[in-house]
């Protein structure tokens, strides 16, 4: 069992940033994969990035590559989102959720996942 708890979150001018964090708990956390989805209102959940635990693989959405950057520290039992350069089209809840089953196109699916979140809010004012 991974329980998950996402922060960081806030309300930010366009082209400014933040870093989410993704605590888990759980002793095999670190055998995971962790994907950052978000979704915003009268919108479906979409995959936004993602890291095989190992750290060996990352994968990120078209729409934020570039821009944002997934990472782990196993050790720290904690994975992070940092985002640059935000839009108002990225204000979303955001969540972080893991899973054994990291591989393309898989990953971008949300019934890839096993354990989710509660979220976390951001908005990007213009």
């Known amino acids: 069992q991974v329980q998950l708890v996402e922060s960081g979150g806030g309300l930010v001018q366009a082209g400014g940033s933040l870093r989410l964090s993704c605590a888990a708990s759980?002793?095999?956390?670190?055998?995971?994969?962790v994907g950052w989805f978000r979704q915003a209102p009268g919108k479906e959940r979409e995959f936004v990035g993602g890291?095989?635990?190992?750290?060996?693989?990352?994968a990120y959405a078209d729409s934020v590559k570039g821009r944002f950057t997934v990472s782990r520290d196993n050790a720290r039992n904690m994975v992070y989102l940092q985002m640059n350069s935000l839009k108002p089209e990225d204000t979303a809840v955001y969540y972080c959720?893991?899973?054994?089953?990291?591989?393309?196109?898989?990953?971008?699916?949300?019934?890839?996942?096993?354990?989710w979140g509660q979220g976390t809010q951001v908005t990007v004012s213009s």
């Open positions: 959720a893991a899973t054994k089953n990291f591989y393309y196109p898989y990953y971008f699916n949300v019934t890839a996942y096993d354990f």
């Open positions: 759980g002793r095999m956390f670190s055998s995971y994969a």
């Open positions: 890291i095989h635990w190992t750290g060996g693989k990352i």
